[in-house]
């Protein structure tokens, strides 16, 4: 996938804000479902919103990617009320965003969509970790951190095949002249 001939096409049209706030929207429908999804740990989520960061990021590029990032975070924080979950969310974001996208930018002919997703969830956990650890006063918590890296090589691989397989599918119909 020609990474630069489609995020050209897309910039030059005028509905580059109606895909951010299409693909915000899918990430707030799946943020919210999957909160409803049993896990085996506390604190533990698929993180499937972030295949449409991801989408946007391969699409749309960096600043699009960070808009449906924030948007889909201030959206659930503006349903949900739970300044704790906005809190540890702005904190994972903090790390994840710039990893996905210097791994992607920079270093995206070395590293696959998989392992840039992989990269991104790692740091996602150790900024949620970071936060909570700070807010709670106890560092202990970044024992967990062995489990959730685990849990995000896993879902990580997940997200990221998901979001490749969306964006070479969906790239012909988006960019249809």
Same mark, same amino acid.
């Given at each position: ?111 696959? /969509?998989? !392992?840039?997703?992989?990269?991104? +969830? #790692?740091? &996602?956990?150790?900024?949620? *970790? =970071? ?18 890296? /685990?849990? !995000?090589?896993?879902?990580?691989? +997940? #997200?990221? &095949?998901?979001?490749?397989? *969306? =964006? ?10």
């Amino acid at each position: 996938m020609e990474r630069t001939s489609m995020r050209l096409r897309i910039e030059r049209g005028s509905g580059k804000l109606v895909f951010i706030a299409l693909f915000a929207a899918l990430a707030l429908v799946l943020n919210l479902a999957e909160s409803s999804f049993p896990l085996p740990f506390p604190g533990m989520r698929l993180g499937l919103a972030n295949v449409f960061s991801l989408f946007a990021l391969l699409l749309l590029g960096p600043a699009s990617a960070v808009l449906v990032s924030v948007l889909r975070v201030l959206m659930a924080f503006t349903i949900s009320g739970n300044p704790f979950a906005l809190a540890c969310s702005a904190g994972g974001l903090f790390l994840s965003l710039p990893v996905s996208i210097l791994l992607y930018e920079r270093f995206g002919k070395f590293f696959s /969509v998989e !392992a840039i997703s992989v990269a991104s +969830a #790692v740091a &996602f956990n150790v900024g949620q *970790l =970071a936060v909570v650890a700070f807010l709670t006063g106890e560092p202990a918590l970044f024992g967990y951190l062995p489990i959730l890296t /685990v849990a !995000a090589f896993a879902t990580g691989l +997940a #997200v990221g &095949f998901v979001a490749r397989t *969306l =964006a070479a599918r969906l790239s012909s119909v988006i960019f249809r002249a």
